[in-house]
């Protein structure tokens, strides 16, 4: 094979290719649906002609039959008068006209018959055309499904593809991190929290802590003031002074410390 006759089949091939995928089926039944209607137009078109033609050699054949009977009649009227020749002039008219007229019969015999084939010929591609109308219905119909069906059978494969899946593992896995990472957002705040709760408390009790010792002093003053030296009771001086504290003795240094203490618990008792 020359290279001349291989690209003329390799640009054939192309062609009939493009060809092949540009066809859309419900666009070139409408089309084919066209066609034949503009068909069915033209043949009724030449059917009206021939009926037209028809009617026609019709009309010029009675009118042919009508002059033949009526020089036959004049012809009667000349044998009724005796004049023989023109009797015999007016038959021969008349078998002109005959003449005449059996041609026109024949063609309009004939007319007549191709008219009536034309007629069924123009019912039956009347008929060929509201069949093809259902069939292109179904064949639509057909067409729609058969796409529905190849969309949901592409979109089912790219659903139960791999890919999507792992998109789907990969997210779930992306919230569960993000719902770990809320859990530990939530947890340091609350040791945080229940930091500064502590050290509320233990501001109260180093307060607490604070009161009992004021509370002590005032009492070891208090003890302090009410004790005097044995040697000042004697004197009668309402100006003595108590001894220091220095001076007290480790005994009422201790009596003085739970005395404090009884005083600071009654007080809790009675608030």
């Known amino acids: 094979m020359g290279l001349f006759s291989r690209l003329g089949t390799l640009i ?11 066809e859309d089926p419900e666009k070139m039944l409408n089309q084919v649906l066209v066609d034949m209607k503009q068909q069915l137009i033209e043949a009724k078109k030449q059917v009206a002609i021939a009926i037209a033609d028809e009617k026609r050699i019709k009309k010029q054949w009675e009118q042919e039959a009508a002059k033949a009977a009526e020089w036959e ?118 040791v945080l929290e229940e930091g500064s709760l502590e050290s509320q408390f ?23 003031g009410k004790t005097e030296d044995p040697r000042q009771l004697g004197s009668g001086r309402a100006d003595a002074k108590a001894p220091p504290a220095e001076e007290l003795s480790a005994d009422d240094l201790k009596a003085a410390e739970i005395d404090a203490q009884l005083e600071e618990l009654k007080k809790k008792l009675s608030g």
């Not at 069924?120 to 179904?138: F, H, M, T």
């Not at 896995?173 to 770990?180: D, H, I």
């Open 202 to 224: 233990k501001a109260l009790e180093a307060g607490n802590v604070d009161d009992q010792l004021e509370a002590l002093k005032r009492k070891m003053a208090l003890t302090a």
């Open 12 to 22: 054939r091939s192309n062609i009939n290719e493009l060809i092949n995928r540009a």
């Open 73 to 190: 009649k004049k012809a009667m009227l000349a044998l009724k008068a005796g004049d023989e020749n023109l009797a015999r002039a007016a038959l021969q008219r008349k078998s002109d006209h005959d003449e005449v007229a059996s041609q026109l019969k024949d063609q309009w015999e004939a007319q007549k018959n191709s008219v009536e084939q034309l007629k069924v010929a123009l019912r039956g591609l009347d008929s060929k055309i509201e069949e093809a109308k259902r069939k292109r219905n179904l064949l639509v119909s057909r067409q729609k499904r058969a796409e529905a069906q190849r969309t949901i059978n592409e979109t089912l494969s790219s659903i139960n593809s791999t890919s999507a899946f792992d998109t789907f593992g990969r997210m779930s896995e992306r919230v569960t991190q993000l719902e770990a990472e809320a859990e530990a957002t939530s947890e340091i705040g609350g």
